[in-house]
Each structure stands twice: as structure tokens, then as C-alpha cells.
């Protein structure tokens, strides 16, 4: 039997331990949700609501303003099974420490749910129970799946109307490919939602409706129609999980009995190995169904044993792969996630305990940066209240005050412990603004406020625009630099004038082509000679920059290769259009000429540059612009001019589909139509119809609107 991996000082051990986040799509009920579990763990003792700017993960003036997350605040609470008779439970009477982290929905802060989905080990996904898989949702489910996160549905606002828990079931099956099964299915919908069906248990979970905060409720036995379905449900969810786990699979063949038990446990393992998603469906503002999620958590997500070793790289061998097993006793190592500067505590940097432990006064070691610092002070997170803590163990998740010189992304280990963990991943932002001070006073100030919060926002970026001498910041949508500038006035007191947004545009190119850079100059003084010949060609989309060293014979000696890929590289900044970086481009170094003394890096690098500036105006250069999936719900009797409406924004339409009065459209439209759409869908619409929308891909500008904006070629 193996050693344990819990330190003898730990206040919960590692097996007993979930480290989940709630995530969705924008208006699903992810923070009302977060809120019922802290209510019912006995975290907050008073019921805030999203409505009044009152939920507790929301704690941001702008969060409480406009009824939005906008940054994704953790939690810790505590989880004791309670016994109910008939209803087995696999860790009864045994306390667990749930760390919650409440993620956004907007599209424009994917960022924050990316960074969170990285270190979590378990999630719960909140589906709407009237519009199903929604597209942020799809996204939310994607950077699960990249993560190997296992999850579990949670069907809210079952209280709606037009609430269909089958149809999100099934949506879930069919949109996201899940192998998803009913474990709690709600008793009515709408008005009429009392309580749920356990699946597992064949027992009925009725909600005191007197009791208005849902603390009390009766199990009961199945009565009515309620039989059938508990009945169904279990033998849809025996035949899909005997499918895929061995131990119930070989029961179900030699048609031995399977006890509450044997369902669960099994359930547990398919969950875990992200084979098997189990659905619950309940409403969190109306209280019912929130308790047994939180058993579910428990029973089916896992902890940091439960989970694949976290792997890393040695920073002095990229080719070596470490494993780091999740022990208190291991060396420590950590991945710093998240960048928040707090107004009384200062700087800190969230992070994960992978494994060791670390302490107050410890050194923690930057692969990075090659830099130690020693830790000032360890913080436990209840979302904007601190509570100080002396040391944090594998498995938790923390803050640390004072660390300097760290980014989103790093690793902090222990010296002995060299690795590199893989970072989240962020996408490019698509729209940027000019943005100025008001006054001279303000200058310095924003300089300060703007650094700050590009070093907590990986998808916020800041330049200075060479032309103008504008500073110029850049984000994943209108609202993401809205609450930008709104934090730039609040936090750092800078008043800013704003220019028009502008969209990123890049540039790609649509053919193949040679180019032919030189740099000659022999006259008088120190001379320059380089010669490069390079072929382009279109690379994959999503692809990027790739370069290939061809040349043979030694026609440009080994030494200059490198300042002729740099040349390349700078060269992608600037495109031949309109000046925009440039995309998607493989570069072929094929030939060129060298001189024995005149010969250095800089004639090299400037050739290389005038090689692709050569050979990009023969490849077909194209300016791509940012296009968006939107998805817009409105009454039917507003379709057609909505569509209309589309068309002139040279939307794609993808597709169309009704649900009683409701239709769901479908489309792609390119971000430069989309500004100012929300008040042009109200007026359309009479204020009933809503739209979302996130990034999809970067496509050709129609050559009319190149030449209108830039003029003809």
C-alpha cells in the first residue's frame, strides 16, 4: 500500500478535496448558482441576488452595476453528506472542501475562463433550460475538453417557461457531441417545478415551497408517472455506462444485480475519464435542486488524486517530459493562473499547488525569469475577502502577495524542481481604440493604470501607434474595453478620451511567389552587402508564421541565417495592404550572395526584409478582417426583417431554427458590421430580440472595400 500524500497538517485531505468552476453561457445563472452552494455549504448565510448587485462572486463595482461577471472570483466552502434514507451516497459523513471558481459568460472575457479551466480538475457546465447549448457555450465546452475537465450538466431555470429538459439533453448530445445521461430530472417545469427524480436511487425529491430559501425537502417514494420515467432513465443510463466501464459492463452481461452503489461508483469512473457527462436539471433562483448537485460534485467529479499527473518540461531540455505526482511530499510546484491587483492587499498572483507545499517565508523559484523571491505573505481568496493563511498544499488553490516579475502562465517551483508547466493559451484581440489622457496631469497616471491592467488581462494589449504617437489599446470586444476604461476612471482616477473603435485587421496572402531582397551599398566607408532569395506561399489557416532554411551550399553563411529569419519575422508586422501584421504565411530561405568583408547581420536582415516585401506584392496580398458567429433569439414575427438586416452587414446565414414562438438565427457576420447592432436589433425588434456573438476566424476583405478604404491596387 502506498505512502499517503497528505501532509499530517492539512485541514482537508487531497481525496476529499474538488477543485470545480461553474461556467456558461452569459445569463444562464452561473453566479446565482454559485451563490445557492455557498447559501447551502453554510459559506454566506444570507441569499444575494444578481439582480439587486448583491451575489458575493460578483464584487466589482462594474459586476454590480450591469449584472454581469466580468472576472472569474474563487471560493472555498465546505460539503458534509448528509445520510437520507434510501438514497446512497459514496462519501457520506465524510466534510469536503469544495474551491469554487465562478467564471464569466461573456464572450469577452473568455480569457478568464480560459486561464480557469487550466488548473481546475472538475466543472459544472449551467445550460438555460428553454435556449439549450447557446454559442459561448460550445466555447465554454471547447476549452474544457482541451483541458480534459470533467463536467457535469446543471439544466437550470427549469422554472421558465418553455423549460424542456429533454430537449437540453438532447441538444447537449447532438450539438456537443457529449455522451450525456439524466442522474437528477426535474418533477414539472415551469410554475409547477417541486422537486427533482433521483435516476440513481429510484427515489423522488420534493422542495418545501414554504420554505422560500429551498432548505428543506422530503424524499420520497416514485408515485404516478414519476415510476416510468425514473425507471427508463435508469436502464438509458445502465446501457450507456455498461458501454464504457468494464466492472458494470460485465454485471450488466451476466445479468447480476446493480445496486445504488455499483451505479454510482461506476458513474464516478466514466465521469472522470471524461467518457460520460451526468445531467441534472433543477432552477437555482427558485432554490430546487442545488443540494443534490453539490452531493453529485462530490460523488462524481474528482479530486487531484483522481486526475492525470500534470506534466511539464525541463526549461534546459524541452524534449523531457516531467510528471508531477499530486503529494504534499513532493518537491513544490505551482502555476501562477491569474494577476489581480486588490485595493488593500496589493498585487496578487493566484496559483495551483500542483505538489509540495509552500509556506510563508519559503523561496519560490521563476523558470522564467531564472529568479528566486521569497514569499511575503499566503492568502485564501473568498472572492474580494482575504483570509491569511501559513501554508498552502497540493491541490489548493491560493494567492500570493508581493511576488514580483511574474506573468500569467508562469511556473513557481522549487529550485530542485526545475519544469515549465504549459500555460493557458489566449486568443488574439479584434477590435482597438485610440485612447488619451484628458489632462497632462493624467498622463503618468494612465501610463501606470493602462500597464497594470494589461499585466492582469492576457487578451488586453497596449501600443503606441508609430504614425501618431496615440496610445492605442486593444481587446476582445466593444464591452471588454468599455470596462477598461471604466477601471482606468474608477481605480486608477484617470480621466480618458476615447476614440472610435477600430478593427484589427491583418493580412494574408492568396498564392505563391519568389522575392528577391539585396543590400548593396560599397562606396566610401564601411560597406553592406546581402543578398536573399525567398519563396512565400499561403500556410494553414490558424497556422501562423513558418520559415524553412533551403539555402545550400553555403551561398548565405550559417552565421547570417539567423538575422535573415529575423528580417522575416519583422517583415510581419507590416504588410503590403494597409500596414496590418501579417497571418498565415510559410517562407521558403532559398538562395543568396555574401561578401567576404562587406557582409554583416544588419545587410542581411534588411535584405530579407526587402525579399518578402518583393514577394508578397506578387502573392496576392489580401486583407483579412475579423468575422464573428452571432446568434440572435427573436420573436418570429421579426424574422424576416432581422435577415434583411444581416444581409446588409454581408452576413453568411448558417442556419434557422424555431422552438414555439422563438426562432434561433444563425450567422456570421464580420466584426466592422457588428458596431452600434444592439440598437439597430432593439429598433428592428421592438426591444425583444437579443443576440450574442464571439470571434470565429479571420476571412478576406471583398476587394470593392480594399479599395474604398485603401484605394485600387
Known amino acids: 500500500m502506498s505512502a499517503s500524500p497528505n501532509h499530517p497538517k492539512r485541514p482537508y485531505p487531497l481525496e476529499r478535496t474538488r477543485n470545480i468552476g461553474i461556467a456558461a453561457h452569459i445569463d444562464a445563472g452561473k453566479t446565482t448558482l454559485t451563490e445557492r452552494v455557498l447559501f447551502y455549504t453554510g459559506m454566506i448565510h444570507r441569499l444575494g441576488e444578481v439582480h439587486d448587485g448583491a451575489a458575493t462572486t460578483d464584487h466589482m463595482e462594474q459586476e454590480r452595476e450591469r449584472g454581469i461577471t466580468i472576472t472569474s472570483a474563487a471560493v472555498t466552502c465546505e460539503w458534509l453528506q448528509k445520510p437520507v434514507e434510501g438514497v446512497v451516497k459514496l462519501y457520506e459523513d465524510q466534510k469536503q472542501r469544495i474551491n469554487i471558481i465562478d467564471t464569466p459568460g ?4 473568455t480569457a478568464e475562463v480560459e486561464r480557469s479551466l487550466r488548473v481546475l ?26 483541458y480534459k475537465v470533467p463536467r457535469i450538466v446543471f439544466v437550470n431555470k427549469m422554472d421558465r417557461t418553455g423549460a424542456d429538459f429533454d430537449y437540453v439533453l438532447n441538444d447537449v448530445r447532438e450539438k456537443l457531441g457529449a455522451n450525456a445521461g439524466a442522474i437528477l430530472i426535474p418533477i414539472g417545469s415551469e410554475e409547477n417545478l417541486r422537486g427533482q427524480i433521483d435516476v440513481v436511487n429510484q427515489k423522488a425529491i ?6 422560500k430559501q429551498g432548505s428543506t425537502f422530503d424524499v420520497r417514494d416514485l408515485e404516478g408517472d414519476e415510476v416510468g420515467v425514473a425507471e427508463a432513465a435508469r436502464l438509458d443510463l445502465i446501457d450507456q455506462i455498461a458501454d464504457i466501464d468494464e466492472e458494470l459492463g460485465e454485471k450488466f452481461l451476466m445479468e447480476e444485480e446493480i445496486t445504488g452503489v455499483d451505479l454510482k461508483s461506476a458513474i464516478r469512473r466514466v465521469t472522470i475519464s471524461n467518457d460520460f457527462i451526468p445531467v441534472s436539471g433543477g432552477s437555482a433562483f427558485k432554490n430546487k435542486g442545488v443540494q443534490f448537485l453539490i452531493d453529485a460534485v462530490v460523488d462524481y467529479l474528482p479530486s487531484p488524486l483522481d486526475v492525470d499527473a500534470a506534466q511539464g518540461l525541463h526549461p534546459e531540455d524541452p524534449e523531457s517530459e516531467v510528471h508531477i505526482e499530486s503529494s504534499d511530499h513532493g518537491k513544490f510546484c505551482s502555476l501562477a493562473f491569474k ?8 498585487k496578487l498572483v493566484f496559483f495551483r499547488v500542483y505538489s509540495g507545499t509552500v509556506s510563508k517565508g519559503d523561496m519560490v ?7 528566486q523571491e521569497r514569499v511575503q505573505r499566503l492568502i485564501q481568496m473568498q472572492a474580494d475577502k482575504t483570509e491569511e493563511i501559513e501554508t498552502a498544499y497540493a491541490g489548493d488553490i491560493a494567492a500570493y502577495v508581493g511576488i514580483k516579475n511574474v506573468t500569467t502562465g508562469d511556473t513557481l517551483c522549487d529550485k530542485k524542481f526545475q519544469i515549465l508547466l ?12 485610440a485612447v488619451e489622457p484628458k489632462t497632462v496631469a493624467d498622463s503618468d497616471k494612465m501610463a501606470v493604470g493602462l500597464a497594470r491592467l494589461q499585466e492582469e488581462d492576457p487578451t488586453f494589449l497596449v501600443k503606441t501607434d508609430d504614425d501618431t504617437g496615440q496610445t492605442i489599446i486593444a481587446g476582445m470586444g466593444e464591452l471588454h474595453l468599455e470596462i477598461i476604461v471604466d477601471r482606468l476612471k474608477r481605480e486608477f482616477n484617470v480621466a480618458a478620451n476615447v476614440g472610435k473603435p477600430q478593427i484589427a485587421y491583418r493580412e494574408s496572402i492568396s498564392t505563391n511567389a519568389k522575392g528577391h531582397g539585396e543590400l548593396k551599398k560599397q562606396s566610401g566607408g564601411t560597406g553592406q552587402y546581402g543578398v536573399v532569395d525567398i519563396e512565400v506561399r499561403p500556410n494553414e489557416k490558424g497556422k501562423g508564421l513558418t520559415i524553412e532554411n533551403k539555402v545550400t551550399g553555403g551561398a548565405i553563411p550559417k552565421e547570417f541565417i539567423k538575422s535573415v529569419i529575423s528580417g522575416v519575422e519583422d517583415s510581419m508586422s507590416n504588410g503590403v495592404v494597409g500596414g496590418y501584421p501579417v497571418i498565415d504565411v510559410h517562407v521558403d530561405i532559398v538562395d543568396g550572395e555574401a561578401h567576404d568583408v562587406d557582409s554583416t547581420d544588419n545587410s542581411f536582415k534588411v535584405a530579407a526584409v526587402f525579399a518578402v516585401r518583393d514577394a508578397f506584392e506578387k502573392a496576392g496580398p489580401q486583407l483579412l478582417e475579423p468575422v464573428m458567429d452571432v446568434e440572435i433569439s427573436t420573436p418570429i414575427e421579426y424574422q424576416g426583417d432581422i435577415m434583411g438586416d444581416l444581409n446588409r452587414r454581408r452576413a453568411l446565414i448558417g442556419g434557422m431554427e424555431a422552438k414555439g414562438n422563438v426562432s434561433t438565427l444563425r450567422a456570421q457576420v464580420p466584426l466592422a458590421e457588428m458596431f452600434g447592432y444592439m440598437t439597430a436589433l432593439r429598433t428592428v425588434s421592438s426591444g425583444r430580440a437579443s443576440y450574442t456573438m464571439e470571434p470565429a476566424s479571420f476571412e478576406p476583405v471583398p476587394q470593392a472595400i480594399v479599395d474604398e478604404k485603401f484605394g485600387a491596387r
Open 121 to 146: 480538475d472538475g466543472a459544472i457546465v449551467v445550460f438555460c433550460g428553454v435556449a439549450g447549448v447557446q454559442p459561448q457555450t460550445e466555447t465554454v465546452w471547447r476549452q474544457a475538453s482541451k
Open 106 to 109: 461573456h464572450v469577452d472575457f
Open 339 to 346: 494577476l489581480w491587483a486588490d485595493k488593500f492587499v496589493g
Open 206 to 211: 420534493i422542495f418545501n415551497d414554504d420554505d
Open 422 to 433: 504549459e500555460p493557458p493559451s489566449f486568443p488574439e484581440p479584434v477590435i482597438a481604440m
Open 365 to 371: 523559484f521563476n523558470p522564467r525569469t531564472g529568479k
